[in-house]
């Protein structure tokens, strides 16, 4: 069979759909094109169908849809820029939901594939406290430096991490949105007109950026910021600047639409992060040290309370950096700072909360990810269990800053004091000994944060968990005591015939129920048009790989693997779920990523995907079956994500 020209197909879709006049909206799914039509009657389903490359054409929800397979990016990227531009499928910030749903959707997602090196680093940190604590090293040695500077460099440079994974989650240019966070982190930046008065530190670099000093830009003032370590200045940039990217890619010819679109959204988007994102860091930080203040001459429990309740909040958002000059200017004045002891306990309770979660799961697999969480935040790195843990579930963070609360009212109305500086944790708690020998102050720090911690673990053990996740987590665990091999593979088994060495076995992706294929409720599914496979009615949200091989379709909803046998794998999550642009789904691997079976791709909210009134149902196709001799469909009834689910008999 001849090579499809992908261009020419895109071209002879459009004209027979009646022409772009006729479009008033196209995107793409894992499969297919989906066009919104002004009017139907203008549009030759029938010539489509027949058209080289075109698998079928099916009408479904008001769209018109055109089934190309797994090259339908190919057809999708040659139809004019002027009716794909802003009209993308995967983006999120266009999902379903309520803003504060869609909100923590989208910082957990841009979190979620750099959670395990969070963790790593989270507990190198705290090793490292350790063995200064004991005196094994010295903050001043080579070796600790070392060990430092791998541990600290995510949390120095996060803003680039989380350039990349915001710009996989709103269809930016990954390379653009790397050069704005560095231009953002860019140490000559901060420096300019900065009076030179010997060496310049770390210490002094800050100091200047966080005062408020400005410089101007064609005459229009610039006020400069620290954004190291920071959240969401770079992922407010790297979304408004998707939009550009759109915007010129519509409009730019594509001989130089590589170039010169890249250019111009750095033009715009460097001085403008710089002009806005910055002084509105710094304006909610102000605002909120003088409310802080003001709490504590009025009240120091309400000082407490607030601190403690607020202040990982304030570190979620990055506007945290504006209240930190207040415990140093009181530590430089007066030896001592009431308004950091608050924030022990607050940091304390988050690392509870997790560790409620980690006693209340049965799922050893979910166990081991969160008990590492755990650990750091005990040290007080709290980034993994914030945002791994804590923000998906949302109902352990509630709860762990009530506790920090609690913990932070005792302090204050205790009117504990702390005499140093560091990062609130468990090996910084002796910044609460008193010089003076009033030991009854580390008495009630301790006594403050402890009650925190344990408050936040007992209160997420009990109430962090609605009753469908208890379900589910029960489930899991119950599949795994049943088979403690779970997710190793196994031979095949329902009278398949021996396997040779390129027969693929394929495992099911979720748990759940499976079902045959003419029972999905799509037509082009059921109808085995898009290939063979099998469907699962999931029960748990976690979306795991097939098979081993590359990732060559990642769009959230939808993944498409192929092997080094050449089997091609789709997993298509629920029904028609493209529609809610990535809202219910964090994905975890990008395109083009070497995956092993059982590797985690996404994790699916399948409570929201019905609350959209959509099926979960996710389907499982070998969508080139006629390259292979046969499909052996194994899977029926309940099953477990890593069970076998057919094998391609080469």
Not at 224 to 242: D, N
Not at 347 to 352: I, K, M, N, P
Not at 357 to 383: M, N, P, Y
Request: hydrophobic content about 50%; aromatic content about 8%; overall charge neutral.
């Amino acid at each position: 069979m001849a090579a499809v020209d992908y261009a020419a197909l895109a071209q002879d879709i459009l004209a027979k759909a009646g022409g772009p006049d006729n479009v008033a909206s196209v995107v793409h799914c894992a499969t297919r094109l989906r066009f919104t039509l002004k009017d139907r009657a203008k549009a030759d389903k029938d010539a489509i169908s027949t058209l080289p490359g075109v698998i079928t054409v099916v009408e479904n929800g008001g769209q018109f849809q055109v089934v190309i397979g797994n090259n339908v990016p190919k057809v999708y990227a040659a139809l004019p820029a002027a009716l794909t531009a802003d009209k993308e499928g995967a983006d999120a910030a266009g999902a379903s939901g309520g803003v504060v749903s869609r909100i923590i959707d989208v910082v957990s997602s841009i979190f979620a594939p750099i959670l395990g090196v969070l963790a790593a680093t989270g507990i190198l940190k705290g090793l490292l406290l350790i063995a200064v604590a004991a005196k094994w090293l010295a903050t001043t040695s080579p070796t600790y430096q070392i060990l430092y500077a791998a541990a600290d460099a995510l949390f120095m440079f996060l803003p680039m991490y989380l350039a990349v994974t915001a710009a996989r989650k709103f269809n930016s240019n990954p390379y653009t949105a790397l050069t704005l966070a560095g231009s953002l982190l860019y140490t000559q930046l901060a420096t300019i007109n900065m009076p030179i008065d010997g060496k310049v530190t770390a210490t002094t670099l800050r100091a200047w950026s966080q005062a408020g000093n400005t410089v101007d830009f064609f005459g229009i003032p610039v006020l400069l910021q620290s954004y190291t370590s920071s959240v969401v200045p770079i992922v407010l940039g790297v979304w408004v600047m998707s939009y550009l990217e759109k915007f010129f890619n519509a409009r730019i010819h594509e001989s130089v639409r590589n170039f010169i679109t890249p250019m111009l959204a750095l033009v715009i988007m460097v001085p403008l992060t710089l002009m806005t994102l910055g002084p509105l860091g710094v304006f909610l930080g102000q605002g909120m040290a003088g409310l802080i203040q003001s709490a504590y001459t009025f009240s120091p429990v309400v000082m407490g309370i607030l601190m403690g309740g607020l202040w990982q909040v304030l570190v979620i958002f990055g506007i945290h950096w504006g209240i930190v000059p207040i415990f140093i200017n009181n530590l430089a004045t007066q030896g001592f700072d009431p308004v950091k002891s608050a924030a022990f306990p607050a940091v304390l309770a988050q690392a509870g909360a997790a560790l409620g979660v980690f006693l209340r799961l049965r799922d050893r697999q979910q166990k081991a990810i969160v008990g590492s969480t755990v650990i750091a935040g005990i040290f007080g790195i709290t980034e993994p269990a914030i945002y791994g843990v804590n923000l998906p579930r949302k109902r352990p963070l509630i709860i762990g800053c009530i506790a920090g609360a609690v913990g932070g009212g005792i302090t204050g109305a205790m009117g504990v004091l702390v005499f140093g500086t560091g990062a609130p944790g468990l090996l910084t708690l002796p910044i609460g000994i008193d010089p003076n020998g009033n030991m009854s102050n580390l008495v009630w720090l301790l006594a403050g944060t402890g009650l925190s911690f344990v408050l936040a673990a007992v209160g997420t053990y009990l109430f962090g968990f609605s009753a469908d996740d208890l379900a589910k987590d029960a489930a899991a665990a119950a599949r795994a005591e049943s088979d403690p091999a779970a997710g190793v593979p196994a031979p095949a088994t329902g009278g398949t015939a021996l396997l040779t060495a390129l027969d693929t076995t394929v495992r099911a992706p979720m748990s759940g129920t499976a079902i045959d294929l003419a029972d999905v409720d799509d037509k082009v599914f059921s109808s085995g048009a898009m290939g063979v496979g099998f469907g699962i009615v999931p029960d748990d949200g976690r979306v795991v790989a097939p098979v081993d091989g590359k990732v060559i379709v990642a769009m959230g909803h939808a993944f498409g693997i192929r092997t080094a046998t050449g089997v091609e794998i789709l997993v298509h999550v629920g029904i028609d779920t493209v529609q809610l642009k990535g809202a219910p789904f964090s994905q975890v691997i990008a395109k083009g990523t070497e995956v092993r079976a059982g590797d985690v791709l996404a994790i699916a909210d399948l409570d929201a995907i019905r609350r959209a009134d959509l099926d979960p149902t996710t389907v499982v196709l070998v969508t080139n079956p006629g390259n292979f001799t046969t499909v052996d469909i194994i899977a029926a009834g309940p099953i477990a994500a890593g069970d076998d689910g057919l094998v391609v008999v080469a």
